[in-house]
């Protein structure tokens, strides 16, 4: 058995295939190499994996990769990263050419915003900054107050807070985190709405909304992205989300893009995970649960040999694949897990390959739902009618 507690989306062991252990010190010489002596931050040719190419959310362009910024302090899947060798990667992202970084005020609470503020203010207008809103969070203190607020008065007061740790006069995006059961979704479109005017917020978006409620928002005021989690091993957005999307012209950011670290190779049938670890509360990673869909990471590393990749790689670009608005932002705390990801944008498939990937991961039942269920209960939801 193996006890883990994996500090990104983008697991520490990873599959060896390919030489992933090569791969990381290689990596992480040529990450300190970029960091160190470096003229200046974002746009410094950097050696290695880099991300050339943008995709457009709606009106938004960023980079055809993005990064996803959760567990800069390690509340996540129970680690304690290190707030200097965070600031570290975001420059080195930079460098790499990611323009999108991904944070919310839950993460922490504040301090992700803290951390990622300090770390893009040498080239702040070259990036894309997104934050989210949504959680009843004392705005003071960052204490939890149990469940959601999206009152338009706590909206405008969470965004003056999000401004100000993240060092900027504007957020590029603004997500509602989660649909408040007790607020009509055309009172916080309205609320962003008056944001926008004001030149706080540019771009507006939902996270694990309804669809009726994305189609109410967007009437509103237009919607640039829906970021709901999808992957290999989670397909729900298929469904509704991603044809809805097509229809209204929206942009889709998919969080968890590796499975919670499930398609990196870097978790077995043993894995057990550490008290603290989300995952060790998620049904999908249950020992059973666990076991039966290994079949997947089979699959995963069995297209990383045919294309001479990565599994993360793999997953990535097969995101990427399906759409072109779609923009994954894995999470990592690792600067190696990171140039790493980006090499996916390199991955192609040709139209029958991915007739065939595809047919081959619908083949293979996925066993365990992706959330607990208290957690789960917050997808999907309609916001209530406007009275």
Request: net charge neutral.
């Amino acid at each position: 058995m193996s006890r883990i507690s994996i500090a990104s989306e983008t697991a520490p062991e990873r599959s060896c295939v390919l030489g992933r252990r090569s791969l990381l010190k290689t990596g992480a010489a040529i990450a300190a190499a970029s960091i160190v002596g470096r003229a200046s931050f974002a746009g410094a040719a950097a050696a290695g994996p880099a991300v050339t190419g943008t995709r457009r959310l709606a009106g938004l362009t960023v980079s055809a990769l993005g990064l996803g910024c959760q567990d800069f302090t390690g509340t996540f899947y129970a680690t304690a990263p290190d707030r200097a060798d965070m600031i570290k990667l975001v420059h080195n992202a930079a460098d790499r050419g990611v323009t999108l970084f991904d944070a919310a005020e839950a993460y922490g609470p504040f301090e992700v915003e803290r951390i990622l503020g300090e770390a893009v203010r040498p080239f702040r207008n070259d990036i894309v900054l997104s934050s989210k809103f949504g959680w009843n969070i004392d705005l003071e203190t960052g204490k939890s107050l149990g469940g959601l607020n999206s009152r338009p008065e706590h909206i405008k007061l969470a965004v003056e807070g999000m401004l100000k740790r993240l060092g900027t006069d504007r957020l590029d995006m603004v997500y509602q985190h989660r649909v408040d059961p007790a607020v009509p979704i055309e009172d916080v479109a309205g609320a962003v709405k008056d944001l926008v005017a004001q030149g706080k917020v540019l771009h507006y978006g939902l996270s694990e909304p309804g669809p009726k409620t994305v189609r109410r928002a967007h009437a509103v005021h237009p919607l640039t992205a829906i970021q709901n989690e999808y992957s290999i091993l989670v397909r729900d957005p298929e469904r509704d989300i991603i044809p809805l999307c097509e229809e209204l012209g929206i942009g889709f950011v998919p969080w968890s893009p590796l499975g919670m670290g499930f398609l990196t190779g870097a978790i077995n049938k043993d894995t057990r995970f550490a008290q603290g670890d989300f995952r060790a509360v998620v049904p999908r990673f249950a020992s059973d649960n666990l076991a039966a869909n290994m079949a997947i990471v089979s699959l995963v590393e069995d297209w990383a040999r045919r294309k001479s990749a990565r599994p993360a790689q793999i997953a990535l670009a097969w995101l990427m694949a399906q759409k072109p608005w779609i923009v994954p932002i894995p999470g990592t705390t690792k600067a190696p897990h990171m140039e790493e990801n980006l090499g996916a944008e390199a991955i192609s498939f040709t139209g029958d390959e991915l007739v065939e990937l595809n047919s081959r991961i619908a083949a293979i039942p996925v066993q365990g739902a992706r959330l607990p269920p208290a957690v789960l209960a917050l997808s999907g939801v309609e916001a209530p009618p406007k009275s």
